[in-house]
């Protein structure tokens, strides 16, 4: 089945998606997301981020610019959070409520921590954005907001989907996926209807456990009779084969994409990527309160120091820290800004176009099953 690049490849889910190759981007960028798709893969939008109203600006755009391609949507609804039993539905109330749970203490942490370092204020123009899509209650409305456009796929970061979002998905023809560090979480999102399951090891960046992807991807296909993609660490055509090795039917990928041409990725963090080395990461909750793979700086050192606070649980974590961290990426203190990346930014030395990416990472996979072809010919 040779597709426009002279090879073709066939698993369940090229089939299941009619994708031409079972390479999965996840990305906050919609640009990132659309060059994927257009070149074959298929292309994955963080909804995080967004608002409702910005996430259906933005998935306007990804229709129009897709080129008919299947495309998806990630959200993120954590299975448990601080705040999750109070019965607060609206998300206004349930900010509120939540505020009023930081203590004081971690507050002049944060607040001392920014002074030292000459970090100036916002101007006022960003509140309310705390919470983001870190609860059920938050990304609610943009699962509705994602519903409406022609997705293919909507998944979920952070433990199984509520079994009434797999089924709204269902029913619109949507398939679903979840995002697994251990084989007891896959085999829960798929007793709630997951078709896919993202097996993703602890080399990824972004939320991770503590399993590598090497031990963890035979251990989730044994566990589940779903397709499973790869995750965590994966960045070029052999790893991609030794992925496919273990049992995975595919890759999903985020950090890979942070450094490409199409990315919206601030320059100054891209520079950091384009020099950092594998060792540059470590995975700390100094995000959002749960284990995440972040850029290791003075921010992430800072919440390990003997006067260090500790974390708070998601989503107060966050909501101390989302506007610090805003104040950060608009200023010149580089050595605070963390962001999410995984251990794959040690090989990300040159920008490429997102085409490019998916072209070598296939051409790096045929090659790699060439090599260990001619070994057992001998
Ligand atoms: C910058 C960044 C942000 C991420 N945000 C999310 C997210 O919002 N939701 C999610 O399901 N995964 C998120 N991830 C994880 C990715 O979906 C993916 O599983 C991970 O990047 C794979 O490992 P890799 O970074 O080694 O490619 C994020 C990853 C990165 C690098």
């Given at each position: 089945m040779p597709g426009s690049y002279g090879w073709g490849m066939r698993t369940r889910v090229t089939d299941m998606f009619g994708i031409e190759f079972p390479i999965f981007a996840f990305s906050h960028c919609r640009d990132v997301v659309a060059a994927v798709s257009r070149a074959g893969g298929m292309g994955v939008l963080g909804a995080l981020y967004f608002t409702p109203e910005e996430l259906e600006t933005e998935?306007?755009?990804?229709?129009?610019?897709?080129?008919?391609?299947?495309?998806?949507?990630?959200?993120?609804?954590?299975?448990?959070?601080?705040?999750?039993?109070?019965?607060?539905?609206?998300?206004?109330?349930?900010?509120?409520?939540?505020?009023?749970?930081?203590?004081?203490?971690?507050?002049?942490?944060?607040?001392?921590?920014?002074?030292?370092?000459?970090?100036?204020?916002?101007?006022?123009?960003?509140?309310?954005?705390?919470?983001?899509?870190?609860?059920?209650?938050?990304?609610?409305?943009?699962?509705?907001?994602?519903?409406?456009?022609?997705?293919?796929?909507?998944?979920?970061?952070?433990?199984?989907?509520?079994?009434?979002?797999?089924?709204?998905?269902?029913?619109?023809?949507?398939?679903?996926?979840?995002?697994?560090?251990?084989?007891?979480?896959?085999?829960?999102?798929?007793?709630?209807?997951?078709?896919?399951?993202?097996?993703?090891?602890?080399e990824a960046g972004g939320h991770t456990g503590e399993i590598s992807t090497m031990v963890l991807i035979p251990q989730v296909v044994d566990a589940v009779d779903v397709p499973v993609l790869a995750a965590g660490g994966i960045g070029d055509g052999r790893q991609m084969a030794a992925g496919?090795?273990?049992?995975?039917?595919?890759?999903?990928?985020?950090?890979?994409?942070?450094?490409?041409?199409?990315?919206?990725?601030?320059?100054?963090?891209?520079?950091?990527?384009?020099?950092?080395?594998?060792?540059?990461?470590?995975?700390?909750?100094?995000?959002?309160?749960?284990?995440?793979?972040?850029?290791?700086?003075?921010?992430?050192?800072?919440?390990?120091?003997?006067?260090?606070?500790?974390?708070?649980?998601?989503?107060?974590?966050?909501?101390?820290?989302?506007d610090a961290l805003r104040r950060i990426g608009r200023s010149d203190a580089a050595e605070l800004a963390t962001f999410p990346a995984g251990q794959i930014i040690g090989t990300m030395n040159q920008v490429k176009s997102a085409r490019q990416v998916v072209f070598e990472m296939i051409e790096g996979y045929v090659s790699a099953m060439e090599r260990l072809d001619r070994i057992t010919a001998d």
């Open positions: 998935l306007k755009w990804i229709d129009d610019n897709v080129g008919g391609m299947p495309y998806g949507v990630d959200v993120v609804m954590p299975a448990s959070y601080e705040g999750a039993d109070l019965g607060v539905d609206s998300p206004e109330d349930l900010l509120g409520r939540l505020q009023g749970m930081i203590p004081a203490g971690h507050r002049s942490f944060v607040d001392g921590l920014l002074e030292r370092h000459g970090v100036p204020p916002l101007n006022g123009d960003d509140a309310g954005r705390a919470l983001l899509g870190w609860t059920d209650a938050t990304a609610r409305p943009q699962v509705e907001v994602a519903l409406r456009h022609p997705i293919a796929l909507l998944a979920n970061a952070l433990g199984p989907p509520p079994a009434d979002v797999v089924e709204q998905a269902h029913a619109k023809g949507v398939k679903v996926a979840a995002l697994a560090s251990t084989p007891r979480h896959a085999v829960k999102q798929v007793e709630v209807g997951v078709d896919v399951v993202v097996a993703q090891g602890t496919m090795a273990l049992g995975a039917e595919g890759v999903w990928t985020g950090s890979i994409w942070l450094t490409v041409e199409e990315a919206d990725t601030p320059e100054m963090a891209r520079q950091r990527i384009l020099a950092a080395t594998s060792r540059d990461t470590v995975r700390s909750r100094s995000w959002t309160g749960k284990p995440a793979r972040l850029l290791k700086n003075e921010w992430t050192d800072a919440w390990e120091a003997a006067d260090s606070p500790g974390t708070l649980p998601m989503p107060l974590q966050f909501m101390l820290v989302s």
